[in-house]
Each structure stands twice: as C-alpha cells, then as structure tokens.
C-alpha cells in the first residue's frame, strides 16, 4: 500500500491504521464491513469512495466520506499552490 502526499508530491509507503482492518480494493458485496485505509473506521463497501491519495498498484483504496472531503480538501490546496 502506497499514499501519495500532496504536500511534497512523493509517494510513500502507507500502513493503515488498522492493523488487522480490512482494505479491499473491489469487493462485489456492497454491505461488506471493511476498513477506511485512511483513519480505520469500519464503514460498508457501497459507503466508500475510492482514494485519491492511497493505493496498491492502480488501484486506490476505499475510504469513508470524512476522509474523501480531507482528500479533496487538500487536492483544492495544491491545485492553488500549482497555479502560481
Ligand atoms: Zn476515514
């Protein structure tokens, strides 16, 4: 599992949380506990949005809706630092 830090632009290697959580990247279950990969919360699949920041491969993992809103939050940042 990889994060993508939006601050120095640097991918990094990522524990979750969790240490035991579950992280699925596809899960055809919708109402399957997992984990959100950012602060561990247990959330359902259908809940979770697919990471910007944290991934394995391609792939990004899920997160619950309190992280995804952190996520855009600093996207919104570095898009304004980028513009200068
Ligand atoms: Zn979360």
Known sequence: ???????????????????????PIYCDNMDKKINCAQCGKEITFGDGYTSREIYSGPWGHMVCV???EKEMEREREYEKRSDI
């Open 1 to 23: 599992m990889y994060k993508y830090n939006q601050t120095t632009c640097k991918e990094e290697p990522y524990t979750p949380p969790v240490e035991d959580g579950y992280y």
């Open 66 to 68: 309190d992280c995804m």
